[in-house]
């Protein structure tokens, strides 16, 4: 048996950590690896997508520390220790049940392709996390850097309004 | 119509929708398969070339390299090919390179990194030949050849999609007026999938096997084959969740990478990943159609037309696949845009030394109606005609014969979707045209400063290949009432599925719920066209109402041999036969016709049909700075009639689909470096496109005009999604010279060229 020393990184994934060991092994990660490669195929989280591997279209999205990032424009190696949420981690863990956002979505149908639309979901979340009221003009704003070519410009803006609009009437009814 | 319907036209949760919203949706990219290792392309940097010595010995020899593929290494007979194509000529890999993109080596190794790793160690000596890049280039008399069996770099037909009807010489002579210009669309247009192509192939025994972000998945299946050169039963495609198409993935004529993939699997004797890059998907796949026309039109005052030709020309790139079918399609612009059967029309298709054209949204008429739309602008104005008046004059009415020359030997059909001219006068309706239409040159409105004004235009366009093409689908009733539907239609986002789920639930009138759609498995499922130009509500719904009719049938000969129940007295519903005079004699499948673990099958076939039309109309508002040179769009109408709608969530987000169709007008182009015609802007950041800040004021109307009268549509729906990018760029065009008097002919209207021309016209 051999021994050897091993550099280790952690991301806590959807409440959970992953140890990934770096390196030139075979199944090491090199360190030129994008946080969009590792999630997908290392840790078989796919439902982020893989649009431009430029940062250009937002479809892999995720959102790290607070804050959505274009995940193909981050090296894992940067990100050890961060805590990170993807498409996986919105539903309910236990019961599967959607999130708010996701039943809007599907309620509106806020999606053709759908190939966006995880990276859409996921910058609003990080959005309404920051603002749980925001304008329509700030959730488009927000959705500056997602790329559609199906013209969900309409569908996904008003799935996401429509739920914060159920959120601000949840809320009136609550303090009455 | 007037029967209440249990689902069609109720809303519903889209079948893919939760899996969508969770991540859980498998794309082509999701998949691992075992053993599975992953492919990349040697492209040349040259746009014509020959390989004089290719060494790829270094890149052989490196740990985890699988294969790598020349031109030495591939079959002559395998070449690109499809139903459409010109004779054979377009080999995937070559001793010769045709443009700064065309494959040199394929390399398959343990992962894309090593793969990239690989290709660098791969010696190429090139002899660099003289290109041609233009249609003018290649047409010149001393024009280098890029293949020898096309002379004069021109791609003969395979039909003859030449015709002249009428007597046009005659029909010109009797105009009031004649307009004869020349038009161009050259902006090469991406389909621009989120996306990018991306496919799995896998060798077992003689048959390949694909995953494949395949939108057509039988359609593609066939070409693949015959570019292949093997017979059709050894391949079997899959088609996942599709990230979008656009035509792009139709694979009507450029199978390649479908075709690089079977290779790579098949030297590496292993499974095989291949996935494009963005720069490839802009600068190595397809793009829209180069093509230009000399068109004429005559006119009398009052918009009716007395004769149209059409010369056009169409650039290929370097591989002739699908275009001389795309401009076959573009030949019913005529009869849609143009109401008079005198008419010729001619057409080359040319190749040139850069990527290859081919299907996108639009397929074809868009960009017929681009060319023959700016003669009909010009008419329209010297005869004083309000446009929109126009447009209902000429479209098609139901039961209109006209000249549909895709319908050979049977030109002659009679339409048989709706009555346009009624969309017409609905979609005028709606947006208050009468109140805003003020005239040729006419501006709405001023601003106090004279410095932006606004102007309106209307577009139109349509097809008529909604019904071409044959569908097949099998219905399969289980004894316990579950209903299963073989079909491989695969869903890009248009809904298309939920349609046939809906179709299927409908006429057997079952639970949504009780409904399974097969995988779009051609290994599995009866060959279909597939879902391309808005056939799919009309042919995939058809053949599965004719399949649930079939497995209707079949149980009640059973209830009758059974049971003595006249066949003309049953009623099927919910797992159960009834009598139709007797609704509480029931004979449940199981277990009084069939046993539990038991089915009876029904077969719908539909051959096609040329005359089922399609047609939509849209109105711009657009605002110009006369300082800056800028535009935007103020307002935004569609006018759009589904027949009956089938869902009606879905069909709205077809209607709202329309951005790459105004944006060609707005932004969308590719950037070509005119001493070599690489792609200079491949990129989501320099390629601009509609962002979610940027959107327009939009409305619509869906006209249900199958509501109340017989047809044969299922449960009365057609298609409405194809059309919706290609009257964006006229109406656009319309609106502008109506704001402040130019006229642009060549898109994206930049501000360099909405100056340029506004200083023209002051200066005369």
């Known amino acids: 048996m051999k021994q050897r020393i091993q550099k280790i990184i952690t991301l806590n994934v959807n409440g959970r950590d992953y140890d990934i060991s770096v390196g030139e092994g075979r199944t090491d990660m090199p360190e030129s690896e994008t946080l969009a490669d590792t999630l997908r195929d290392r840790l078989g989280f796919t439902g982020l997508k893989l649009g431009c591997g430029q940062g250009a279209c937002g479809a892999c999205t995720v959102i790290m520390d607070g804050k959505a990032v274009t995940s193909c424009m981050m090296m894992t190696m940067d990100c050890d220790g961060a805590r990170i949420v993807t498409i996986e981690g919105l539903a309910d863990a236990v019961t599967g049940e959607l999130n708010g956002l996701q039943r809007s979505f599907v309620e509106n149908c806020g999606y053709q392709c759908g190939f966006c639309t995880p990276g859409i979901i996921m910058t609003a979340q990080a959005l309404l996390e920051k603002n749980p009221e925001p304008t329509e003009e700030e959730v488009r704003e927000a959705l500056a850097g997602n790329y559609c070519r199906c013209g969900t410009h309409y569908s996904a803006v008003e799935s996401i309004m429509a739920y914060v609009e159920q959120k601000k009437k949840e809320k009136e009814g609550c303090a009455q | ?764």
């Open chain 2, 1 to 764: 119509m007037s029967k209440e319907m249990r689902h069609i036209g109720k809303e519903s949760k889209r079948l893919l929708g939760e899996q969508i919203v969770t991540g859980r949706a498998k794309y082509t990219g999701d998949f691992k398969v075992p053993g599975m290792k992953y492919g990349k392309i040697l492209r040349s940097p040259h746009p014509y070339a020959r390989i004089k010595e290719i060494d790829v010995s270094q890149a052989k020899a490196m740990d985890g390299v699988q294969a790598v593929v020349t031109w030495k290494d591939v079959d002559r007979n395998i070449y690109i090919t499809n139903g459409f194509t010109p004779p054979r000529h377009h080999h995937i890999l070559d001793e010769y390179v045709r443009y700064i993109g065309d494959a040199v080596a394929l390399v398959v190794a343990d992962n894309e990194d090593l793969a990239n790793e690989a290709m660098t160690k791969i010696r190429v000596e090139y002899e660099v030949l003289k290109p041609v890049f233009t249609i003018d280039e290649a047409l010149a008399d001393d024009a280098p050849q890029l293949y020898p069996e096309f002379p004069h770099n021109i791609a003969p037909h395979k039909n003859n999609l030449n015709f002249e009807v009428g007597d046009p010489e005659k029909g010109f002579a009797e105009s009031d007026i004649v307009v004869e210009l020349d038009a161009e669309l050259a902006s090469g247009q991406n389909p621009l999938p989120l996306e990018p192509p991306v496919i799995i192939a896998e060798w077992v025994d003689d048959t390949v096997n694909f995953i494949a972000s395949a939108a057509a998945p039988a359609y593609c299946h066939q070409n693949v084959a015959s570019s292949l050169n093997i017979p059709y039963e050894n391949v079997r495609l899959v088609a996942p969740a599709v990230g979008g198409s656009f035509g792009s993935k139709l694979y009507s004529g450029n199978v390649h990478c479908l075709v690089f993939a079977a290779v790579m699997a098949k030297a590496a004797h292993c499974p095989v990943l291949l996935r494009y890059t963005k720069e490839e998907h802009f600068a190595a796949h397809q793009n829209r159609m180069t093509t230009r026309g000399h068109v004429k039109l005559g006119m009398k005052k009052d918009g009716t037309v007395c004769a149209v030709t059409l010369d056009q020309l169409a650039d290929a790139g370097c591989c002739a696949s699908t275009q001389e079918f795309m401009l076959a399609v573009g030949t019913n612009t005529l009869p849609l845009l143009c109401k008079t059967d005198n008419k010729r029309f001619n057409a080359d298709v040319v190749v040139t030394n850069h990527v290859p054209s081919g299907s996108f949204r639009g397929y074809g008429y868009l960009e017929s109606t681009n060319i023959v739309t700016r003669a009909i602008q010009d008419a329209c104005e010297q005869a004083g005609l309000d446009p929109m008046t126009y447009y209902e004059k000429n479209a098609l009415q139901l039961g209109e014969r006209y000249h549909n020359s895709m319908a050979e030997p049977h030109p002659w059909q009679n339409n048989k979707s709706a009555d346009w001219s009624e969309l017409v006068r609905q979609t005028a309706k709606a947006c208050r045209w009468n109140e805003r239409w003020k005239g040729w040159g006419v501006p709405t409105w001023v601003s106090p400063d004279g410095k932006r004004v606004r102007g309106i235009g209307v577009g139109a366009a349509g097809h008529s290949d909604t019904g071409g093409k044959p569908s097949n689908a099998n219905v399969t009733v289980t004894g316990l009432g579950s209903v299963y539907v073989s079909t491989c239609m695969a869903e890009f986002g248009a809904g298309t599925r939920d349609v046939v789920l809906k179709v299927a639930a409908e006429e057997l009138n079952v639970p949504l719920e009780s409904v399974r759609l097969s995988e779009a498995d051609t290994g599995a499922t009866p060959p279909d066209f597939g879902s391309t130009g808005s056939r799919s509500t009309y042919c995939a719904g058809i053949v599965t109402k004719l399949a649930c009719q079939d497995a209707k049938r079949k149980m009640f000969e059973l209830c009758h041999e059974k049971y003595g129940v006249p066949v003309e007295d049953c009623g099927f519903r919910d797992g159960y036969v009834y009598r139709l005079s007797n609704p509480d004699e029931k004979y449940p499948l199981f277990p009084k016709l069939l046993g539990k673990v038991d089915g009876i099958t029904g077969c719908g076939h539909f051959e096609g049909v040329h005359n089922s039309t399609i047609f939509h109309l849209q109105v711009v508002e657009v605002e110009v700075d006369l300082e800056m040179g800028t535009f935007k769009i103020v307002d935004h109408f569609g006018g759009s009639d589904a027949g009956v709608i089938i869902n009606p969530l879905p069909l709205r987000n077809q209607v709202q689909s329309f951005y790459a169709g105004v944006d060609i007008a707005c932004m969308e182009e590719t950037v070509w470096d005119e001493n070599d015609y690489r792609v200079l802007n491949p990129s989501n950041i320099d390629y601009k496109t509609r962002t979610f800040n940027n959107v327009v004021p939009h409305s619509h109307i869906i006209l249900e005009s199958n509501k109340d009268r017989e047809n044969d549509y299922p449960f009365g729906a057609f298609g409405v999604g194809e059309p919706l990018l290609a009257p964006g760029g006229p109406a656009i065009r319309m609106a502008i010279y109506n704001a402040c008097g130019i006229k642009l002919d060549s898109y994206p209207f930049t501000p360099a060229k909405i100056l340029a021309a506004l200083k023209e016209k002051e200066g005369k």
